[in-house]
């Protein structure tokens, strides 16, 4: 029986040092079962680089291997891929899962990045450029939120020597202390910013699937929207997939084996109706 199940996974940060994910074929596992696949952003990193031609040649790499050894595969974008491909969205089960990589949630794309306060910057000039009906309009704030992401060079992400990642990703994402504080602020305060923006620009979906803070999760909202978080292939806390069938939608841990990776323990499952 043909499989009807789409699998969706975010923040694969490939050719990041930090990434667990060294080898694509490492996530074939992943890919049985599936009818297709859906990557929620942060697939990698094509922003500017210090290393000429590196996010070029990590980009030919991922689409060779996805066009041989994948399913039909959807690339949504992310902010560290914000041109990886002209969709933002997708909406799935006759509108009934409203799917975004989350960065849109915050005015300054990651709140405990050093790049913040000129990120908060450049979004807030090119939302005031847009005519004023526009300003509000889920597409319009995609577009601006992806230039300006596209803006914004690498910085530990294209480090290659080891010690020298170590020190970048400390500086860029640890140091000050104050910034763990940003992450869990982020943490907290991702799941409402989710479900508010589902119920804005999409008010018939029940379920809004998020990537972007790493954390992988589940939370019912007052509001009667269910987010969920697909985490991240960077530790600490790992990553999860979710397939959406036509009856159901399944969160799933993604456990690594043999060095390879694949679904794991059901986290949480919800019935979906008829599509709309």
């Known amino acids: 029986m043909p499989s009807d199940v789409i699998r969706i996974l975010s923040d694969l940060h490939y050719g990041d040092r930090g990434s667990r994910l060294r080898s694509w074929p490492t996530l074939r596992p992943l890919f049985e079962g599936a009818a297709a696949l859906v990557l929620n952003g942060d697939t990698l990193d094509t922003r500017p680089s210090r290393v000429p031609g590196a996010a070029s040649a990590l980009r030919a790499e991922m689409e060779e291997f996805f066009r ?14 914000p041109d990886l491909s002209s969709h933002h969205t997708l909406d799935l089960a006759g509108g009934q899962v409203f799917v975004t990589h989350g960065d849109i949630l915050f005015e300054d794309l990651v709140p405990w990045s050093q790049d913040a306060p000129l990120v908060r910057r450049l979004i807030a000039e090119q939302l005031a450029a847009l005519a004023p009906g526009a300003r509000g309009a889920l597409e319009p704030r995609l577009a601006v939120f992806r230039r300006v992401a596209a803006a914004i060079p690498q910085r530990h992400q294209a480090e290659r020597n080891g010690l020298k990642y170590a020190a970048g990703f400390l500086a860029d994402t640890v140091w000050p202390p104050a910034r763990i504080l940003r992450v869990l602020r982020a943490w907290r ?25 790493h954390r992988p999760g589940c939370w019912r909202l007052p509001n009667g929207v269910v987010v969920l978080n697909t985490g991240s292939f960077c530790p600490p806390l790992g990553a999860a997939l979710i397939d959406v069938r036509p009856t159901r939608l399944t969160l799933r841990a993604v456990v690594r084996r043999r060095g390879e990776f694949r679904p794991g323990a059901v986290l949480a499952e919800f019935p979906l109706g008829p599509a709309a």
């Open 68 to 81: 041989r050894s994948a399913p039909p595969t959807t690339f949504l974008t992310g902010n560290h891929d």
């Open 189 to 213: 305060q991702a799941p409402g910013l989710a479900a508010a923006l589902t119920r804005r620009h999409r008010p018939l979906a029940r379920f809004a699937l998020i990537g972007h803070i």
